[in-house]
Nanobody, 119 residues
Framework: QVQLVESGGGLVQPGGSLRLSCAAS????????MGWYRQAPGKERELVAT???????SYADSVKGRFTVSRDNAKNTVSLQTNRLNAEDTAVYYC?????????????WGQGTQVTVSS
């Protein structure tokens, strides 16, 4: 089992920044991807940004150039630096870890942290 604990959400004004962090613990296989998804009210959960343990990244088009994902493989942590936030970024942000368990991918989720962008 894998446990994920997030921190760093909150209320921020448009144009502001927040840094989200997530720490993973438990049995984590070496080939894995950590990252962030978000879900706004009335919308489906969507990918924000992910980083594999080899350093490869994936970003949603809507956040490219504004958000940066990073991770510390030794500590099993992943962070999301969010800049130039706008109202459309308001959502619950979920940390995700996916690892290859030999024959299938296993996914784990954090409890979510609220990000609200408002003046």
């Amino acid at each position: 089992q894998v446990q994920l604990v997030e921190s760093g959400g909150g209320l921020v004004q448009p144009g502001g920044s927040l840094r989200l962090s997530c720490a993973a613990s438990g049995t984590i296989f070496s080939f894995n991807v950590m990252g962030w998804y978000r879900q706004a009210p009335g919308k489906e959960r969507e990918l924000v940004a992910t980083m594999a343990n080899d350093g490869s990244t994936s970003y949603a088009d809507s956040v490219k150039g504004r958000f940066t994902v990073s991770r510390d493989n030794a500590k099993n942590t992943v962070s999301l630096q969010t800049n130039r936030l706008n109202a459309e970024d308001t959502a619950v942000y979920y940390c995700n870890l996916a690892h290859w368990a030999g024959s299938t991918w296993s996914h784990y989720w954090g409890q979510g942290t609220q990000v609200t962008v408002s003046s």
